[in-house]
């Protein structure tokens, strides 16, 4: 992930990926914004062509995302890959 800003939001576009319908250099969050030890915003899930919530907690080396579509929740751990 390389995260950026543009304006208050950040964004975050992909650098690696074994997702093969993700591409590198795409965007996957959008629009987040900090708010008490969280991130909030939307990612965006390649194989289903959508945005979703997202709320990321922010770790050493990983990242907990929390990943709400309608009444459905999915907990995700991404590691950082050096």
């Known amino acids: 992930m390389e995260f950026y800003k543009n304006g208050a939001r950040l964004f975050g576009k992909l650098l690696t990926t074994d997702n093969r319908?993700?591409?590198?250099?795409?965007?996957?969050?959008?629009?987040?914004?900090?708010?008490?030890?969280?991130?909030?915003?939307?990612i965006y899930a390649p194989r289903r062509d959508k945005l979703y919530s997202v709320s990321i907690t922010p770790g050493d080396d990983t990242m907990e995302l929390l990943v709400t579509a309608g009444i459905f929740k999915k907990k995700l751990t991404w590691k950082k890959v050096e």
């Not at 319908?21 to 939307?42: N, P, R, V």
């Open 21 to 42: 319908y993700a591409k590198i250099g795409m965007i996957i969050l959008h629009d987040l914004s900090f708010s008490k030890d969280q991130w909030k915003g939307k």
